[in-house]
């Protein structure tokens, strides 16, 4: 609207100009600098005001000197220049990013939320902000979906987000969003994310807690860079001090000191788990680990091959190979050869082995192999004249060797056969001086066989030369096949196990609850028949699974101990003994053969152990034989004279030595594993792999505390029928 003459002269009347001088003092530079700061720079709620520098409102400002001004100029002046106004904000300073409202609004964020990538916290839609890269996912380009509030990326990395969104888009960058209102590259794409899911994801730890004070101008704690290094005031030589930062992942809290003028920091220190109390027999035997490991080596060749061996060993002597060499009822300590099996049993083994080697050649070893086992046939137990036998075998081997012109070192090698070792020097306890020692032609013989340990090299070497025949090749051969084909039945039997449960659960349910409305969900009480029934058939997949692990054993194609600890401690556990197979074996045929009636196993012969026996440690089958010394208790000896304390120093000079040491209760065997898993760090939840010793001789001890414990049970093969017997009386 235009300005009247009266209205532009009752305007200039109201106005008053004063003439200010300039100031006959210096000016300081602050102030001449502050007077000269551009508008753009002023915040924009900051109403302008007039002054010398700005904008003339009319053609009466610009006059130097007060004069009449005419009523042209007035008309002129209100026409062509308009009246002031306040300026918009946009014409002082560009609108700062604003994001929209996300549609996942609620009363607690107004503005919607979202997730952050380091906190994984819910935060406020403009406390955050979005990566702005371009990432190549499944074949197709997708933003980045990282999200960072304000407080994780100014802590952790050193960056606002607020001037990172004012600084708009950058137009060369690439691989960025089009129409993104401003350029972000989030640490996850460059690769510094310190979050716990990326440093998972490569391997390394979580970092801890970073909510350090500041404190005398230092920078946050963390890989954090400073954006703005210029506006960090640099600390004189005084305030110079460091503080270190302990990250560790335990929950346990330690306040750790710092400098003068420096912020405290709480830090985390790992806490080390106690190790566990172990309860350590000793067995009472004198081998040292090479006598019982050929022992071991014995048993588990003969309970392998047995079916294969003609004549084979009598089952009522396969028990004698349980006692690997302990000392007897009222026997001394000072035995110079520890007890091994009787004479019979002896003298089964090498005609078993001997029958194998009839079939190993077609006519250089047939004719004195077959003589031998008919000579030891039509003699008694005796091993003076068994032995007398065999090395008469070897020397007509030998000489049809020497008398061939064919290249027999193959054969040499194979039936090398060595004497037998030496008897103790007490060999009248052990026999007595009759005919039985002397060989058939009424002379005394060079080496007399008064215990039946003696004849422990004769055998080994007899079963290294069968271990080429034809019969133990095949054996191994068929018995992977046969383990292969065991497991297969028994995963179906359990398969099938659980399905006739899972229907039978549901009847017994469903006439319990009655008919229930679709889409409701009903917590039952579950009767007591139910709660038997489904402990029934827990039991029953645990005794197929066990039996299956029990028999195994019998097919494998070679035995080995447990493993080896960082000390050089050897750890064994020998196979359960023939009655348990034959028992687990007659379980499975009785479980897989279909019929609706799984009959309880009968069998003859023990298939459990005593625990007079297992705490004895003379069933080696029974218990985890270790060879070495004690773990260390970490005790110091107590100093001082007399009896109790001279017996404690006698006592650890024992435990210092090597020798052999029984675990045969369950718990002890966890807690043999667990010592060996705090003391060497090895993850609970890791993978045993071979080429992890350690964490399979941990995985091995446990399995076997675990079938252990289910041996003992005297129930391990109650029949469904003997189970339903007990629910009726129940």
């Not at 002269?9 to 300081?28: E, M, N």
């Not at 390394?204 to 230092?218: D, V, W």
């Not at 064919?406 to 026999?431: H, R």
């Not at 039952?524 to 028949?529: C, E, G, P, Q, Y």
Request: aromatic share 6%.
């Amino acid at each position: 609207m235009a300005a009247t003459p009266g209205s532009a002269a009752r305007r200039f009347t109201q106005q008053v100009y004063v003439d200010v001088p300039s100031s006959p003092y210096p000016i300081p530079r602050s102030a001449s600098i502050a007077k000269s700061v551009p508008a753009n720079m002023l915040k924009e709620n900051t109403p302008l005001r007039p002054s010398n520098g700005g904008i003339p409102r009319s053609i009466s400002d610009m006059s130097p000197l007060k004069r009449k001004v005419s009523q042209h100029d007035l008309a002129a002046s209100d026409s062509t220049v308009p009246v002031p106004k306040k300026q918009k904000i946009a014409e002082i300073r560009a609108v700062p990013y604003q994001p929209t409202v996300a549609s996942n609004a609620c009363p607690e964020f107004p503005n919607g939320f979202v997730y952050c990538h380091q906190c994984s916290r819910k935060r406020d839609v403009f406390a955050a902000i979005h990566c702005s890269s371009v990432t190549i996912s499944k074949g197709a380009e997708k933003r980045c979906l990282a999200k960072y509030c304000g407080s994780c990326l100014k802590n952790r990395y050193g960056e606002d987000a607020r001037e990172i969104q004012s600084c708009g888009m950058k137009e060369t960058e690439n691989g960025r969003v089009e129409h993104a209102p401003y350029t972000f590259t989030c640490p996850k794409c460059r690769d510094i994310c310190n979050c716990r899911g990326c440093r998972r994801a490569k391997g390394l730890e979580p970092t801890g807690n970073f909510n350090l004070r500041k404190a005398a101008g230092s920078a946050v704690a963390g890989s954090r860079v400073s954006s703005n290094k210029s506006s960090v005031q640099k600390p004189t030589k005084d305030s110079k001090q460091k503080v270190e930062v302990l990250i560790t992942t335990t929950p346990s809290k330690k306040h750790i000191a710092t400098p003068s003028g420096v912020a405290s920091v709480e830090t985390t220190v790992p806490k080390k788990q106690p190790l566990p109390t172990l309860k350590w027999t000793a067995v009472p035997t004198m081998l040292d680990t090479e006598d019982a490991k050929a022992r071991f080596q014995i048993r588990e060749f003969v309970l392998r091959f047995a079916s294969v061996m003609e004549p084979t060993v009598p089952k009522t002597q396969f028990a004698e190979l349980e006692d690997v060499g302990c000392h007897a009822r009222g026997q001394s300590d000072d035995a110079e050869m520890a007890p091994w099996v009787s004479e019979a049993c002896v003298r089964s083994i090498i005609l078993g082995l001997l029958g194998m080697l009839a079939d190993k050649d077609g006519g250089s070893i047939e004719k004195p192999v077959a003589s031998a086992i008919r000579e030891i046939r039509a003699t008694g137990s005796n091993l003076n004249k068994i032995w007398f036998i065999v090395s008469k075998m070897r020397d007509a081997i030998n000489a049809h060797t020497a008398s061939t012109s064919q290249s027999t070192t193959e054969l040499e090698t194979v039936l090398s056969i060595p004497d037998p070792l030496p008897p103790p020097a007490n060999a009248a306890v052990y026999t007595r001086t009759t005919r039985s020692a002397r060989d058939p032609s009424g002379s005394q013989s060079a080496i007399v066989i008064a215990h039946s340990a003696q004849m422990i090299p004769i055998v080994e070497a007899l079963i290294e030369a069968s271990l080429t025949t034809t019969a133990v090749r095949e054996e191994l051969e068929s018995g992977v096949k046969e383990a292969k084909e065991m497991t297969r039945e028994v995963k179906d039997c359990i398969k099938a196990e659980n399905e006739k449960w899972d229907a039978e659960r549901k009847e017994l349910e469903s006439t319990q609850q009655g008919e229930a409305k679709e889409g409701e969900r009903i917590r039952t009480k579950i009767s007591h028949a139910i709660k038997l029934r489904r402990a029934a058939h827990k039991r029953r997949v645990q005794s197929l699974e066990n039996a299956l692990k029990v028999v195994l054993p019998g097919f494998a194609p070679r035995f080995a101990p447990l493993g080896t600890d960082s000390e050089g401690r050897v750890f064994w556990a020998l196979s359960p003994g023939y009655h348990e197979r034959k028992a687990a074996l007659d379980f499975i045929a009785s479980a897989t053969s279909g019929s609706k009636e799984s009959k309880r196993p009968r069998y003859k012969g023990r298939v459990s152990a005593e625990d007079e026996d297992r705490s004895a440690t003379k069933e080696w089958s029974w218990f985890v034989a270790v060879w070495g010394t004690k773990f260390p208790v970490g005790r110091k000896r107590v100093e001082g004279k007399g009896k109790k304390n001279a017996a404690e120093d006698e006592s650890d000079d024992e435990d210092a030595d090597e020798r052999w040491w029984g675990f045969y209760e369950p718990g002890d065997i966890r807690k043999l594993a667990d010592w060996i898993r705090l003391d060497a760090g090895i993850d609970p939840h890791g993978d045993a792999a071979s080429d992890k010793p350690l964490a399979f001789l941990v995985k091995g001890l446990n399995e076997y505390a675990a079938l252990l414990e289910w041996r003992l049970k005297e129930n391990r093969y109650e029949s469904p029928a003997v189970e339903e017997t007990t629910e009726r009386r129940v």
